[in-house]
């Protein structure tokens, strides 16, 4: 019997899949990936390799739901999140990672806010080539009444991964 290189990547983490995400401050959580959109603005972010975040005009539909995304320049992942009144408001979202860029970072935040009323669309995108590591990624937000989310993400050599229809360079 032959088995796919995807079907045996669902079989050996579709459990973390399933265990990967908790939400206490969320109403509701979807997460995945998606072709990168044209962000539509920018803010400052100091603790964040790049200095800034971007914003995008809605929220981007995944390609694949779960947590396991394609290291591919032109892909992002994230989460939709809808918070619970008593979360909503202002945000710090953490991102932690595998060592990256010159000064090997793992860890990057920000300030931002997260309604009640619509899911909003928090994430990172892979834009520079530096930004392609593998390994255990994971992004959350903290409110001040608690964490919101945290939701565990395996980014894979995209060569391992079904292709995508973003048309991105892969790792591999």
């Known amino acids: ?22 939400s206490p401050g969320a109403a509701s959580l979807n997460y995945g990936y998606f072709c990168a959109v044209e962000p539509i603005d920018e803010a400052f972010a100091e603790g964040t390799i790049s200095g800034t975040v ?3 005009a809605d929220v981007p539909s995944f390609i694949s739901e779960g947590s396991l995304v394609p290291a591919q320049l032109g892909i992002g992942f994230g989460v939709h999140v809808r918070a619970l009144p008593e979360f909503a408001g202002p945000v ?3 991102i932690e ?10 860890k990057q935040v920000w300030e931002t806010s997260i309604g009640a009323d619509e899911p ?13 590591v593998t390994g255990s990624w994971s992004l959350s937000a903290e409110a001040e009444n608690g ?3 945290s939701v565990d993400f395996e980014v894979l ?14 790792l591999s």
């Open 54 to 56: 971007s914003f995008v």
């Open 120 to 132: 909003e669309y928090l994430g990172y995108t892979f834009d520079m080539a530096y930004e392609l």
């Open 157 to 170: 050599d995209a060569g391992l991964m079904p292709p995508t229809p973003c048309g991105a360079t892969p």
């Open 147 to 149: 964490t919101v989310y």
């Open 92 to 94: 710090t979202v953490y």
């Open 1 to 22: 019997m032959k088995v796919s290189i995807a079907a045996l990547l669902t079989l050996l983490f579709g459990a973390v899949s399933a265990i990967a995400a908790s």
């Open 97 to 106: 990672h595998p060592p990256m860029g010159p000064n090997g970072v793992t």
